[in-house]
């Protein structure tokens, strides 16, 4: 029997990981009825991160926190409990970017929320934290985040700053004094990007346009997070530091270690073995463009079956011109089934059918 493995992320603020899993896999079926699916939906520490470890985990308890979202507004959220006392907290959930429909914020959002749902699980008393970063919809330097913690972000006059990447224009002062410890089993940080703080790799250059940034807004974001990375002890140039709008530099200062999310969450599954007993695989995102290459989940995907000598392929909401898909056997852009993105983001379900249809005639 032949054994088909679909693990795609989410295609973001349209269908999740284990939807698209579900929706790619009726489509084989439809085709290869007999074939045997084997669902492993990922996620590299963005969006559906928190879904991910719990269906992975029996016995993982969603625990709702009310926080401030990245607009300010009060949203429900929740952490995860898992049974070994480990925490997982989401950015995505509570300071991501899909929290703001088609509104952009690239001053105003923060990560504060992110911050209170990680205090709550600290006053929880876990052990251990697991921080899932992707999908900001800030670019402040995680200041929101340590604030929410117990640091104070001040001017030189001592007053607090602006929330956003608003207030690092003004940071002069760092009070780290009340800053809450990790806790005893330390906070492993899940990252889907490796760009530093700084420069045209960073966090403002290179994400801060898809925030709301214009060409002076990147200057500006990436002066003030300069501004910070001198009032923090922590390496800018760290990998990772500029991931989720400089949140990854703000929990290299709080002592955290950050690791590519994608190859944390497969280990997690069980990917591997399930990718070496496979005899094809089926990965996925919603966009797949020059970052994907750089720890986002369909690369780690497709190096995982690169090694087990199975082969591989992407469907994608949209492949960008500068993507690479060389190393899929074949690559699928829902856009391009449905005749336009409007039609591909209205019903991604439909359009993952169809795709995975077409897999199972031509692989």
């Known amino acids: 029997m032949t ?8 295609f973001k603020g349209t269908i999740g990981a284990a939807d698209a899993a579900s929706a790619l896999a009726t489509g084989w079926r439809s085709v290869r009825p007999d074939d045997d699916a084997v669902m492993r939906p990922m996620a590299d520490g963005g969006e559906g991160t928190l879904d991910a470890f719990a269906a992975a985990v029996p016995g993982a308890l969603r625990m709702p926190v009310p926080v401030d979202g990245p607009d300010g ?11 070994d006392g480990t925490a997982v907290v989401e950015l995505a959930s509570t300071s991501g970017i899909e929290l703001l429909g088609d509104r952009r914020l690239p001053f105003d959002a923060d990560t504060r929320g992110f911050g209170q749902a990680v205090a709550a699980a600290l006053d929880h008393g876990v052990p251990r934290l697991v921080l899932g970063i992707g999908s900001s919809a800030s670019t402040d330097g995680g200041v929101g985040l340590l604030s929410a913690l117990g640091a104070r972000f001040a001017d030189a006059s001592g007053e607090r700053v602006a929330r ?21 089993g330390g906070v492993v940080v899940l990252s889907d990007v490796t760009n530093p703080l700084l420069g045209a790799s960073g966090a403002a250059a290179v994400f801060g346009p898809q925030k709301g940034l214009d060409a002076r807004g990147v200057a500006t974001a990436d002066a003030g997070l300069a501004r910070l990375a001198e009032l923090l002890d ?29 190859g944390e969450v497969a280990e997690l599954i069980g990917l591997a073995g399930a990718v070496a007993a496979a005899s094809v695989v089926i990965t ?14 369909p690369s780690h995907v497709a190096a995982l079956a690169a090694a087990a000598a199975v082969p591989v392929a992407l469907v994608a909401g949209r492949i960008a011109p500068d993507a690479d898909p060389s190393a899929f056997a074949a690559a699928l852009s829902l856009t391009d089934l449905a005749g336009s993105s409007t039609a591909a983001l209205t019903d991604p379900a439909r359009w993952l059918a169809a795709a995975g249809a077409q897999l199972a005639r031509t692989l």
């Open 3 to 10: 054994s088909v493995v679909f693990a795609p992320d989410s």
């Open 164 to 184: 956003g990447a608003r207030g690092l224009d003004a940071l002069a002062k760092v009070d780290l004094s009340r800053l809450r410890p990790l806790p005893e």
């Open 73 to 83: 507004e009060v949203t429900e959220a929740c952490w995860l409990l898992l049974p």
């Open 284 to 297: 996925g995102e919603g966009s797949f463009d020059g970052q994907s290459a750089a720890g986002k989940a």
């Open 234 to 262: 922590a390496d800018p140039s760290a990998p990772g530091a500029g991931a989720a709008g400089g949140t990854g530099f703000a929990l290299l200062a709080w002592g955290a270690d950050l690791v590519p999310g994608s």
